[in-house]
């Protein structure tokens, strides 16, 4: 394999959740885009509170340092739950976004300097297929001209023979030339992304990015699409960046996947190896909501159906609010049984989140002259909402836990999180996970990787 020196023209250094690279990257000939720690951050305007406090807004951390490679004729399957930052990837990838920080090569080259000396040379090379074919075509042009208004922009070839060329693009997508004349909306969806296609084929790029191309078509239209993406891959010798939240789909087209939670990487494999050894406890539990695979992690799903904020992601492992094996403290003070651990964790949680209060909670029980009786009822209500069995294992546990139960039943959060911040605190939430190497082209960005 022929290999070429570049320098990286990355400064930046927090990579602890990327898959590593050194200073000089050895980046060979068969790679055609190398993502570099790419950030790709949003502010919103000022809020009134924002003003009030004399602060800047949060920043929406879309994509939050990630890097990978495409290779020449692969297909590299994105997959993660809506808000992970999948199109927000593909877009800055496509210089339609100007990152934040961090690099993306195109055959060697920084896509960012390179769409602004040369867009129209830039744009020949790489093309993006939405999910939505209508809101690119438009409903006034013909489909013949939709087809050649990048060839006339691009001024390829003669003119006469730019008809030539829309006719054989419209043939080798599935349509006849008959149709030319037509309008957007005298086709099916169907048709219409075939006519997206063409379009995207239309100045013989060499990489696709399909953001969720099927998702709005029906099954076997879809099943139709998957097919001729896969027959002018060959054709082409096209790369595909193939963004879709069906698994199935991701499954079908790609080579190697990788799986994206609230900006960053979490696992990275080639596909065989994702879907039969997945080592991420979200990649497994993606996998176990598809009808075709059970749930791996002992039958267990999230732990809480809401995905934080991109705005203010969780410290540490991001989807530490929601994982089903989320690591017990590493103190000494106390120790768990697993079943009892994320109870109690869920109870830190809800605390912190403020979903537990205490004048609702006071609502819920009968309210009582005596105080004590009282404060008994709200802690042995928050111990049922949280699956808290009535006394733990662990003595200690037991004796910190309630301290923290009495002050929250006192109506005094803050206290009640102190109690419980050292003696229950995992280390997902103190420690960026590092990504992993598990075997060839397989990462994965997990606490539990590591000590396994
Ligand atoms: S680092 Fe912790 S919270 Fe994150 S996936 Fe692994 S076990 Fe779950």
């Known amino acids: 394999m022929e290999v070429q020196v570049l320098m990286s023209e990355s400064t930046n250094s927090s990579r602890s959740t990327d898959i590593p690279s050194t200073t000089i990257e050895e980046i060979d000939l068969d790679t055609l885009v190398r993502v570099d720690n790419l950030c790709k951050y949003y502010e919103d305007d000022r809020g009134l509170i924002d003003w009030a406090l004399s602060r800047d807004p949060e920043k929406v951390r ?150 969720e191309p099927t998702s709005a078509l029906d099954v076997s239209v879809q099943a139709q699409i998957l097919n001729l993406l896969q027959e002018i891959q060959e054709e082409y010798n096209l790369s595909y960046l193939f963004i879709s939240h069906d698994l199935s789909v991701i499954r079908y087209l790609s080579d190697r996947v990788m799986v994206m939670y609230l900006g960053k990487i979490v696992e990275i494999a080639p596909s065989e190896v994702i879907f039969e050894e997945p080592a991420h406890p979200y990649t497994e539990i993606l996998l176990s909501s ?26 540490g492992c991001r989807f530490h609010t929601r994982c089903p094996v989320v690591v017990p403290p590493d103190n000494h003070n106390v120790e768990f049984e697993q079943d009892e651990w994320l109870a109690v964790f869920d109870y830190k949680l809800r605390l912190r989140s403020g979903r537990l209060d205490t004048n609702k909670l006071t609502e819920l029980v009968e309210l009582q002259d005596n105080k ?61 996970p590092p990504v992993m190497h598990i075997s060839e082209g397989h990462h994965s960005a997990c606490l539990r990787t590591e000590n396994e």
Do not use: W
């Open 62 to 211: 879309a994509v939050d340092g990630v890097s990978f490679e495409i290779k020449r004729g692969e297909t590299l399957g994105v997959v993660g739950e809506s808000g992970c930052g999948k199109s927000t990837l593909a877009r800055t990838i496509m210089g339609l976004h100007q990152p934040t920080e961090g690099t993306v090569l195109f055959a060697g080259k920084n896509v960012a300097e390179q769409v602004k000396s040369d867009r129209k040379r830039f744009a020949r090379r790489a093309q993006i297929v939405f999910q939505d074919p209508s809101s690119c075509l438009d409903p006034r042009l013909t489909l013949r001209e939709i087809v050649r208004e990048p060839l006339d922009i691009h001024k390829v070839g003669p003119k006469p023979h730019r008809n030539e060329r829309v006719e054989e693009l419209i043939e080798r997508v599935g349509l006849a030339t008959d149709q030319l004349d037509r309008y957007p909306s005298e086709l099916s969806g169907g048709q219409r992304q075939r006519i997206g296609i063409a379009r995207a084929l239309a100045l013989d790029p060499e990489l696709l990015l399909l953001d």
């Open 290 to 315: 598809t009808p075709s695979k059970k749930a791996n992690i002992d039958g267990k799903q999230v732990r809480n159906a809401d995905i934080p904020s991109p705005r203010n992601p969780p410290r």
């Open 372 to 432: 004590t009786e009282n404060q008994t009822n709200i802690k042995e209500v928050v111990r049922e909402t949280c699956g808290i069995p009535q006394t733990l294992s662990d003595s200690t546990a037991e004796e910190v836990l309630d301290d923290s139960l009495s002050a929250l039943a006192d109506g005094d959060t803050e206290t009640a999180l102190e109690c419980i911040a050292v003696d229950f605190e995992s280390p997902c939430e103190k420690q960026n």
